[in-house]
C-alpha cells in the first residue's frame, strides 16, 4: 500500500513578498514613481504636508468649529441667497449676459475718457428710444422690490 507524502507548506514572509514585488514592478511606472515623489517633495517645501496633517490630527476639533459655523443663522441665510442667485444666474442667456459685459465695460472707459456731458445733453439722451427702454426696465425694477417691501411691512 502507498504511503502518504507528508507535505508542509513553508511559512510565507509577508515583508519579504512585498520587497519580491516590489522589485520586480515593470518599468513603466517608474515615470510615474518619480512624479510622486517630486509632488511630494513640491507638498513638503511649500509646507502643505504639514498643514494636512495637522488638519487630520485635529479633525474633531475643525469638524465642530465648521458646523458651529454653518448652522449660524447668517450662514444659513448665505447659503440660501447664493442658492437663489446661482438660479438667477442659470435663468439669463450667456448671449445676454455677455453682451451686458461688453456694454459696460465700454461705458466705463467712456466715462474715464471724457468730460461728463452737460445736464442739456443728459435730457436730449434720455428722449431716445433706448434710454426710454432701460428706464423703463429699471423703473420695473424698482416697482417690484417697492411691492415686495410693501408685502414684507403689512
Do not use: C, W
Not at 36 to 42: C, F, H, I, S
Not at 78 to 101: Q, T
Not at 120 to 136: E, P, V
Request: aromatic share 4%; proline share 5%.
Amino acid at each position: 500500500m502507498a504511503k502518504p507524502i507528508e507535505m508542509r507548506p513553508q511559512p510565507r514572509d509577508a515583508r519579504e513578498e512585498l520587497q519580491r514585488r516590489l522589485n520586480d514592478a515593470p518599468m513603466e511606472h517608474a515615470d510615474s514613481m518619480l512624479s510622486l515623489y517630486k509632488l511630494l517633495q513640491q507638498l513638503h517645501d511649500s509646507g502643505t504636508l504639514d498643514l494636512l496633517r495637522g488638519a487630520l490630527g485635529a479633525e474633531n476639533a475643525i469638524i465642530s468649529h465648521a458646523t458651529s459655523l454653518i448652522t449660524q443663522p447668517e450662514s444659513v441665510r448665505n447659503i440660501r441667497n447664493l442658492i437663489i442667485l446661482a438660479k438667477l444666474l442659470g435663468s439669463v442667456d450667456p448671449e445676454v449676459l455677455h453682451h451686458f459685459s461688453e456694454i459696460f465695460s465700454k461705458i466705463t472707459e467712456q466715462a474715464n475718457d471724457e468730460d461728463p456731458p452737460s445736464t442739456l445733453t443728459l435730457f436730449h439722451r434720455f428722449r431716445s428710444k433706448d434710454s426710454r427702454r432701460a428706464l423703463a426696465a429699471g423703473i420695473s425694477v424698482l416697482e417690484g422690490v417697492g411691492r415686495e417691501l410693501n408685502t414684507k411691512r403689512g
